[in-house]
């Protein structure tokens, strides 16, 4: 009977459909996976790394990585987001001690109403802990506060060879280093320990400055570095040379009286489908981001606003991703040494003439603070980021002509954002990471990884 | 370094919450998928909690982590609920330190892959032992407890799937269908007693014990399933809860399939 073939057909083992598809942020590139693991528990990991064939699998939080670095394209994941139970709190001090796959969202959930909050947060708070660690992220207080990594005061790390390796700044100090910034290549985190913040509330003394060229901008972001500890801008990539854009700083305010609804900024709308590619192109994006600089402009000065508008504005479109069509986006992340802030404004020149900019251009001044990992990314300097819908080849020709203009100004590439950097560009921005490579777990490997190694393959498999 | 747990309640936020009346809750298989998220919610609303599960180790992480969540007290007792001779002892730890418990949520399941228990006959008893005759046996403990209170809820998690004889799942469905019938049995006699008893049917969840299944991405979120199983307990409503929704007019319209036609049907 045709039914039951229709059955046997249904029967057939799918792993691709059982597991859902695994994509990151910028839904570039389109891997396959061969398997994800799902552990619901802590105690299932040395078993899931005990079984893995070598170089294996990786693991993967809530996937807010834009290129390839938390994806293992025909091998395997684990989806470590199950894994997120806050294990203990010290209400005098602040230490929180969370499993890896706890959620920015969560923790803020549970600890801000008891008034502490992140050491530092990026511009979304749907990532995990792990991830955080695995990529070291930054915030608008880097000039303050550094990196999440320095926040971090210990972590459980899973070793497919060693068991549990309990690590801290005293405790394997070297495993410690490599595992902050590490791409999640040195073991699957455990439980990590993190200082929160006090905070008085919910709410935060907010400023809007326009500025209309990049030296107005570094004028504006020393001015405030010190007043301020938040401080970040958006930018008008269609702008050129002398770009436009709108300097946002801020503080924690002492403000307690105003009640937060709760679940602020967390069932807002929510993007469907992948919305047709043509919806972006040079003509919306200009009017858009034009209209988004008056009315932010016509804004300007102080105001009172709650910590997910400020932290997290594009946590208010749940899965906005989806705006760059199908073929997904890759987003540019680069940071510039602030010797060389011409490099910016030729970054800036040859994005405007290429008229492929989008809406989301963000400028922010690096403090001078050491990053606590390896492989960390932020480092003095400017950094630079802005999204490109995926058009196939000329996006990716632009993006290698602004990979020159970045390494000849002795820049880098943060790796959370990257899908594409050449091996020689990973080795200018990252010199030392030979010296990362014996830290990592022979059971792991990343599609970033094996892309940015891979000239270097033998040679890094030889130490 | 010695950490505490912190039970301060919410207070920066305007909470629209009632106060509900189930405040003490007794969860059977406390570390299930869709277990762990129902008890998250009701530690968010203040709840008492004694959680029942098999790993020590696990219930640890589920009490910390529901504590710091905001549940009042959270007791934790390791015992394999399969092992019918540990049910009595098990509920007198419950009466002994948990007086006055209001809410008895049975949450464990196990299920074989299909195959195996048409193979193998060890496998397809423990699918009935585990998934009826032990939570029949333990509900029943409870039951005559809460009738002689004259108060309270007692709520179990079976399945859609017992709703019709499936060929690629009939062991687990008749082992869940079962347990509803048991349970709508119960109901009618608790009935007098004013306790409450609640069937709660599910569709597919995506959870440890569904990832195997083919389709497992389009399953249901557990929070979902979580949040209208803590909706049911608060207003005990419902006497069967199909969650997510849906699923009582999908089973509404099997259930009417002519035997004929639904004996050659696949799935």
């Not at chain 1, 906005?320 to 940071?335: E, P």
């Amino acid at each position: 009977m045709s039914s039951q073939s229709a059955a046997s057909l249904q029967r057939k083992p799918a792993p691709a459909l059982r597991t859902g598809r695994y994509l990151s942020w910028g839904r570039y590139p389109k891997a396959e996976h061969s398997h994800v693991y799902k552990p619901a528990w802590d105690d299932q990991i040395p078993a899931i790394l005990k079984s893995a064939p070598d170089g294996s699998v990786l693991p993967y939080g809530l996937g807010r990585s834009y290129g390839d670095s938390c994806l293992n394209a025909g091998r395997a994941l684990v989806d470590c987001r199950r894994l997120n139970r806050i294990l203990a709190f010290d209400e005098s001090t602040g230490v929180l001690r969370c499993e890896s796959g706890v959620s920015f969202a969560d923790i803020i959930d549970v600890f801000l109403p008891q008034g502490w909050f992140l050491p530092v947060t990026p511009g979304t708070q749907f990532v995990t802990v792990g991830g955080a660690i695995a990529n070291d992220v930054h915030g608008k207080n880097h000039h303050r506060a550094g990196t999440f990594g320095a926040h971090v005061r210990q972590l459980g790390l899973h070793r497919s060879n060693d068991g549990l390796v309990v690590c801290g700044p005293e405790e394997n100090p070297q495993m410690f280093r490599a595992t902050i910034g590490g791409l999640g290549l040195t073991g699957v985190i455990a439980w990590a320990e993190v200082q929160l913040r006090r905070v008085a509330g919910p709410w935060m003394n907010a400023e809007l400055v326009p500025f209309q060229s990049l030296s107005t901008f570094l004028d504006v972001s020393r001015e405030s570095d010190g007043r301020f500890e938040y401080t970040v801008a958006w930018l008008d990539c269609f702008a050129g040379k002398n770009p436009r854009g709108i300097f946002f700083r801020g503080n924690h305010s002492a403000e307690t009286g105003k009640k937060l609804r709760p679940n602020h900024g967390k069932t807002g709308p929510k993007l469907p489908f992948a919305l047709p590619s043509w919806l972006l192109n040079r003509y919306t994006v200009k009017a858009f981001n034009a209209a988004y600089y008056r009315a932010h402009a016509a804004r300007k000065g102080p105001s009172l606003v709650s910590y997910d508008s400020f932290f997290y504005p594009l946590d208010s479109v749940r899965q906005w991703n989806l705006l760059y069509g199908k073929r997904g986006f890759l987003q540019y992340q680069c940071v510039i040494p602030e010797a060389n802030v011409a490099a910016i404004e030729e970054l800036l020149d040859r994005i405007a003439r290429s008229g492929m900019g989008s809406f989301l251009g963000v400028l922010k001044q690096f403090g001078s603070a050491p990053s606590a990992g390896m492989l960390s990314f932020p480092r003095p300097g400017l950094t630079l980021a802005l999204d490109f819908a995926v058009r196939g080849e000329r996006t990716l020709q632009l993006l290698r002509s602004l990979d020159q203009v970045v390494q000849e100004s002795g820049g880098a590439l943060y790796p959370a954002k990257d899908a594409r950097m050449s091996p020689a560009l990973f080795e200018a921005s990252f010199p030392r990471w030979r010296s990362f490579v014996p830290y990592i777990d022979p059971k792991i490997s990343s599609s970033f990884w094996r892309r940015v190694t891979w000239a270097n393959q033998n040679e890094a498999q030889s130490q | 370094m010695t950490m505490t747990l912190n039970t301060r309640p919410a207070t920066l936020y305007s909470s629209a919450s009632r106060v509900s009346p189930m405040r003490k809750i007794v969860v059977l298989g406390a570390t299930s998928g869709i277990a762990v998220e129902v008890q998250r919610q009701l530690a968010q609303r203040g709840c008492e909690l004694l959680l029942v599960a098999r790993s020590p180790e696990r219930l640890a992480a589920l009490e910390s982590d529901l504590l710091a969540r905001g549940a009042k007290q959270v007791l934790t007792c390791a015992v394999d609920l399969a092992l019918i001779q540990h049910h009595a002892k098990l509920f007198e730890y419950v009466c002994h330190s948990f007086p006055g418990f209001d809410t008895v949520l049975l949450a464990y399941g196990s299920m074989h892959d299909q195959k195996d228990s048409e193979t193998s006959v060890d496998v397809l008893l423990d699918e009935l032992h585990v998934n009826f005759v032990s939570a029949s046996a333990i509900l029943t403990l409870f039951a005559a407890d809460l009738e002689q209170r004259r108060t309270g809820c007692l709520a179990a998690i079976t399945s859609v799937a017992g709703d019709r004889g499936r060929r690629s799942n009939y062991v687990y469905g008749s082992a869940k269908g079962a347990l509803s019938l048991f349970l709508q049995g119960v109901r009618s006699r608790l009935h007098p007693a004013g306790v409450k008893v609640i069937t709660i049917k599910p569709g597919p969840v995506q959870t440890p014990m569904t990832d195997h299944l083919p389709n497992a991405a389009r399953f249901a979120d557990p929070e979902r399933v979580a949040r209208d199983i803590v909706r049911a307990l608060e207003r005990r409503a419902p006497d069967v809860l199909y969650t997510p929704k849906i699923w009582r007019y999908v089973m509404t319209a099997v259930e009417h399939i002519p035997e004929k036609i639904f004996k050659r049907l696949s799935f």
